[in-house]
């Protein structure tokens, strides 16, 4: 993707200076291309694997990380990946794991493609993709490995929206997207029931570490540093990154985080799981003794069960059960930031972001007046306020329309919130640092009704504006160029600074430096004060 300086700089790789294209069809004349040019192969610890090279960024899809978690491994911790003799194709994406398919019945749904998962449904589904500059050539690149959104319940890293090929070529890193268990497959606890299934309720984190293990181990054959490991992802993806930083197991297996619109500050224990594990056996007509059963039952009918819970929490008007990660003692032993940042990753450095209007993606209603407005903040501070806080939300942005500025009251209570109290929590720490950004570009989706809604700035961040939240006119051209860059100089150095965007310094109280991302990207010193004030304040929502 051209930069916005598209014909002197565009091309330039962020670390280092080298060439992002590659040298092989630049010099395509000077010699014929062979096989092994189009098709390289990378040995990794389990056996051979082919990818295909495109535009100078050879791609391996689908390669193994773990094996198959159906049968008697459903619901037990990952196991190893096969090995095999001769070369695996790794041309085509595997299979995602077993989830409610997405609709476009939301026009949302529609501009983020979540109803695009391609490679088919099972529950074979520990699988990464992978796309690097060069192969088998010892350059250490930073690797960048990212974690798909769709909360703990849907996604994966097969989405359109999360291809890493334009970012690999931009900063000359490596890129990983990858599959997990998800939902009931990945988080059923199922611990107090049966000792066999202790893990039962962070078999999906374990996943994600086990996919961090494999990088480590073969990181340098598809031409990365295992040293130089980014985590990160948004949302649902933002929410496992915060989960790795208190998992023991994910220790050095990664080196710098980043969390972005997934804030995760408490996790619910194992007792307070059980609820959730109750309703999911009644749904399918098991007692506690039939626990077993659960490993012989195809995924399909225990999808259906999920999808039955959901569907009746809505129908009483309640938030939808789903199933998320819960404390173990074990591989996930306490909650990851509840009251102080992980004793055991102070030393990774972190970037925690949000953008504007984060929960206009839930929201339907384009056409609320003023006086629905009213209704609206009225139901969640109450008759008496309503006015006051009316008021100070229309006097920092007069020009907002009533649906946007509800999506901007929900979203600095449940996603600002917690990334303020992640941030802050992590710089009280005084061992890393961590960064902070506000993204605040508007939309151009649909004449700009959403405002800056959750999932603005992952195309960005990919150094990809082709997704529909975002277009390709030069604002986002500019603010692709500036956020891929320091995400891959935070990965090469754990310092997200680099030429393109202005200096940019650590989160500390009072401060709280914070980059702003919009049409003139600079930082400011607690953006939005008056509001994080308010809601420190706000006693939690019942």
Not at 46 to 65: D, H, N, P
Request: proline share 8%; aromatic share 8%; charged share 20%.
């Amino acid at each position: 993707m051209p930069s916005r300086d598209s014909n002197a700089v565009s091309r330039r790789a962020i670390i280092g200076g080298a060439a992002a294209a590659g040298g092989l069809m630049r010099a395509g004349i000077a010699r014929a291309l062979t096989e092994a040019d189009i098709f390289p192969v990378v040995e990794t610890t389990e056996g051979k694997v082919r990818g295909v090279r495109a535009g100078g960024i050879s791609m391996f899809k689908g390669v193994r990380y773990g094996g198959d978690t159906g049968g008697a491994n459903r619901f037990m911790p990952p196991t190893p990946p096969p090995k095999w003799a001769g070369v695996r194709d790794a041309f085509a994406y595997g299979q995602i794991a077993p989830q409610m398919p997405n609709s476009r019945q939301n026009a949302y749904g529609g501009l983020i493609m979540f109803d695009i998962q391609p490679g088919g449904m099972g529950e074979d589904c520990l699988v990464l993709n992978l796309w690097t500059p060069g192969v088998n050539d010892q350059a250490k690149r930073p690797v960048l490995a990212h974690l798909h959104g769709g909360g703990f319940y849907g996604g994966s890293g097969n989405s359109p929206g999360y291809d890493g090929e334009a970012l690999a070529r931009f900063g000359d890193c490596v890129v990983v997207t990858l599959n997990h268990r998800l939902g009931a497959f990945g988080y059923l606890n199922l611990s107090a029931i049966d000792p066999r299934y202790g893990r039962s309720g962070a078999v999906g984190m374990m996943d994600i570490v086990q996919a961090l293990a494999w990088v480590k181990a073969n990181a340098a054959a598809f031409g990365g540093d295992p040293s130089r490991v980014l985590v990160f992802g948004q949302s649902g993806g933002g929410a496992k990154t915060s989960v790795l930083m208190a998992m023991p197991s994910a220790q050095g297996l990664f080196h710098r985080a980043g969390v972005m619109s997934g804030a995760t500050l408490r996790l619910p224990s194992a007792e307070t799981a059980q609820a959730s594990t109750d309703a999911f056996l009644m749904a399918l007509g098991l007692g506690k003794g039939d626990v077993g059963k659960l490993q012989s039952l195809p995924f399909e009918t225990l999808l259906t069960a999920q999808a039955e819970l959901e569907a009746g929490a809505r129908a009483r008007g309640e938030a939808p059960r789903s199933f998320g990660p819960s404390i173990d003692g074990d591989a996930i032993p306490a909650s990851p930031f509840d009251g102080a940042a992980p004793a055991i990753s102070a030393n990774v450095p972190m970037v925690v972001s949000n953008v504007l209007d984060e929960r206009a993606y839930r929201m339907t209603n384009f056409d609320l007046d003023e006086a629905g407005l009213r209704g609206f903040i009225a139901r969640r501070v109450g008759e008496a306020r309503a006015d006051e806080v009316l008021a100070m939300y229309r006097r920092d942005d007069p020009k907002a329309t009533p649906f946007v500025i509800q999506a901007r009251f929900d979203t600095d209570e449940l996603f600002r919130k917690p990334s303020i109290i992640e941030t802050e929590l992590k710089a009280a720490q005084g061992a890393a640092p961590v960064w902070s950004y506000l993204y605040r570009e508007p939309s151009p989706a649909y004449s700009g009704r959403y405002g800056v809604p959750h999932g603005s700035d992952v195309g960005p961040s990919l150094h990809d504006a082709r997704g529909g939240l975002n277009e390709t006119g030069p604002e986002s051209l500019r603010l692709a160029d500036e956020m891929a860059s320091f995400w891959v100089a935070f990965a090469a150095t754990g310092d997200p600074n680099n030429p393109r965007i202005p200096h940019w310094p650590p989160y500390r109280p009072p401060e709280r430096a914070t980059m702003v991302f919009d049409h003139t990207t600079h930082v400011e010193n607690d953006p939005r004060g008056a509001f994080r004030e308010f809601w420190a304040r706000e006693p939690p929502r019942g």
